[in-house]
């Protein structure tokens, strides 16, 4: 199994720290960022093959990644229009890395704790991360769910619905489908939507299921005020995990 890791995005909402820096290089502790967290237990889980989109500040990012984890190998698929664009069109770029694999997808400035990783790795179908605890977002994931399977995901769905988040683990046969249409909206021009509207238009070939946190810590650091929380609710995880 492969882990895709997402990174080519801009990250405005972060202010002055992404005007130096990806959003996935924010500390969520004292020497620990996002991506550092994300490695750390990808590594853990015995997942050392993993592929990075990346964006603004690539060199960077990538020699940060390859000093530090020697034990993980990795691939980069760079977006040079990361600014006219949506991730849909940096996955199709990395589309020769991604074909004959199950794929642990996540987006570069989410974080969780370790059994959210461990658990939806080890689903035995594909599965997407939610929430069924929190109250449905009004600009952010939301997976709708019928008959046990997710059936769309995107902000603007309210019915059937539950907050998600992008972490996923898709076998090869549901991704193989899903990377493909995704291919065949980049190849017509629609490369500014998010991967999901691929998937939406093919989901009941799919059988990707909601993976319930319940509570457990599985959030996106969209701003400034995100990232505060995230290092209040991740100090003691960290310190334990560290």
């Known amino acids: 199994m492969k882990a895709l890791i997402l990174n080519s995005g801009i990250g405005k909402r972060m202010g002055e720290l992404t005007k130096t820096k990806n959003k996935c290089m924010a500390e969520i ?9 994300q490695l750390r237990l990808l590594e853990k889980e015995g997942i050392t093959d ?5 964006g603004p500040f690539a060199e960077h990012l990538q020699e940060y990644v390859s000093e530090r984890y020697p034990g993980i190998s990795f691939t980069f698929r760079h977006n040079p229009v990361y600014d006219q664009t949506n991730y849909i069109y940096s996955i199709a770029l990395a589309e020769d890395a991604l074909r004959e694999d199950d794929i642990l997808l996540m987006h570069g400035d989410l974080v969780f704790e370790r059994s959210v990783l461990a ?5 035995e ?15 952010d994931f939301k997976a709708v769910v019928q008959e046990g399977k997710i059936t769309k995901v995107g902000i603007e769905f309210f019915e059937d619905a539950y907050a998600a988040q992008p972490l996923y683990k898709l076998y090869r046969e549901d991704w193989s ?30 059988t990707i299921h909601p993976f319930n946190v319940a509570g457990r810590i599985c959030t996106e650091v969209d701003n ?17 995990e560290s």
Request: aromatic letters at 4%.
């Open 224 to 240: 400034l005020e995100d990232l505060a929380r995230v290092q209040k609710m991740m100090e003691p995880i960290i310190a334990k």
């Open 29 to 37: 502790a004292p020497g620990i960022t996002i991506l550092d967290w």
């Open 119 to 123: 658990d939806i790795a080890g689903c």
């Open 50 to 54: 993993v592929v990075i989109t990346t």
């Open 125 to 139: 179908t594909s599965a997407m991360v939610v929430d069924e605890t929190l109250p449905l977002p009004e600009k």
């Open 177 to 206: 489908q899903w990377l493909a249409n995704i291919l065949a909206f980049c190849e017509q021009g629609t490369r500014s939507v998010y991967a999901e509207n691929a998937m939406n238009e093919i989901s009941d070939k799919l």
